[in-house]
């Protein structure tokens, strides 16, 4: 019995969000963590435009590659929210905690 990466499920995630968000998902040495599972708020679209996308299709995606290449870089953390369109991740937003950035930006000055 084949069992899928946490890189296969979050990709076949995305395309069961098709337009929506995941929020809170946590990444562990560069990987997506699904369990817990993170929230997920879908958008219905009443009236789609394109037609139902093959998840095959969806892992060979400029967006996934990115998505992954940036949670390989995170290492472990938090992706706060993931925006999806059509199935394809558009939009990541990471924060760090509670500690902000900019005191550490501005000391390099």
């Known amino acids: 019995m084949y069992t899928m990466t946490a890189r296969?499920?979050?990709t076949y995630l995305g395309g069961y969000i098709r337009t929506g968000?995941?929020?809170?998902?946590?990444?562990k040495k560069g990987q997506p963590v699904l369990k817990p599972p993170p929230r997920i708020i879908r958008h219905i679209v009443?009236?789609?435009k394109h037609a139902e996308k093959s998840i095959l299709d969806l892992r060979h995606r400029d967006g996934y590659s990115k998505l992954f290449e940036l949670m390989a870089t995170m290492e472990n953390g938090q992706v706060s929210i993931i925006e999806f369109k059509e199935g394809f991740p558009c939009l990541m937003e990471v924060g760090n905690g509670n500690r902000s950035p900019v005191p550490n930006i501005l000391s390099k000055l």
């Open 21 to 27: 968000f995941i929020i809170n998902l946590k990444v």
């Open 46 to 48: 009443l009236n789609p």
């Open 8 to 10: 296969e499920q979050l």
